[in-house]
């Protein structure tokens, strides 16, 4: 008896388990709510995830948005971060970063947002090389040549690694372009409008940085020999 009594107790137990363990969706949907409730109460919770894990797009460019570039550590996290946003998925268009109405204005949007983000991508390593590049070389630098050989090598490799990213954006640009209606990314659609006119040319620019590196590792060289003799 005390047997077929405990039995009976685990199977009333598991019985009284599995009632309460109802679908997660329908414990939500079954809150106390008023006659009217918004349609975002609709939205299972495990779809609005995005919020707290980012796994969007645009989810990476906001954490870019945190502005954490006060050391190269932060400016390659930076990177990091805009680079996984490239291989993402855009949220719907209805969680857009901007209003979106038309199937042309969301086109248009996904083509901004890439360009965007190899732009900051571009910078970013501009950033980095910067604080390599030595601006001038004197006589006596001959003292610290190695290491000012090291850096400048460091600040060429930047330079160059930036520079894909450029020609990314302006593809990006010029298929934005195609679509002849404005969004509301304003100061993207400016930065759209400075690379299509040629206002911003960075493959000039990074071109010429990385002249100007080879021609100070060139003087930095001689300058070494010329104290070796």
């Known amino acids: 008896m005390k047997i077929q009594t405990y039995i009976i107790t685990i199977v009333l137990i598991l019985i009284a388990v599995q009632t309460g363990a109802e679908d997660y969706q329908y414990q939500y949907f079954q809150k106390e709510k008023e006659e009217f409730v918004p349609f975002s109460d609709y939205i299972p919770k495990v779809r609005m995830h995005y919020k707290v894990v980012p796994h969007y797009v645009e989810d990476f460019y906001e954490l870019y948005g945190m502005k954490l570039y006060y050391d190269e550590n932060s400016l390659r996290k930076n990177i990091d971060r805009l680079k996984i946003a490239l291989t993402c998925k855009f949220r719907h268009p209805s969680q857009a970063l901007v209003k979106i109405q038309t199937e042309d204005e969301y086109y248009k949007y996904r083509n901004l947002m890439f360009m965007h983000i190899n732009m900051l991508i571009l910078r970013n390593y501009l950033k980095i090389a910067t604080r390599y590049d030595k601006q001038h070389i004197y006589f006596y630098d001959a003292d610290y040549a190695k290491d000012i ?8 490799q930047m330079y160059k690694e930036a520079l894909p990213y450029w020609y990314e954006a ?14 509301n ?30 021609k100070k590792q060139n003087n930095i060289d001689a300058l070494l020999a010329s104290y070796q003799k």
């Open 185 to 214: 990314l304003g100061f993207i659609e400016t930065e759209r409008v400075k690379i299509i006119r040629g206002e911003v040319d960075f493959e000039k620019i990074i071109n010429d940085h990385i002249t100007r590196v080879k």
């Open 170 to 183: 302006k593809k990006y640009a010029d298929t934005a372009s195609t679509v002849k209606i404005t969004t």
């Open 149 to 156: 050989q090291e850096s400048l090598k460091i600040a060429e």
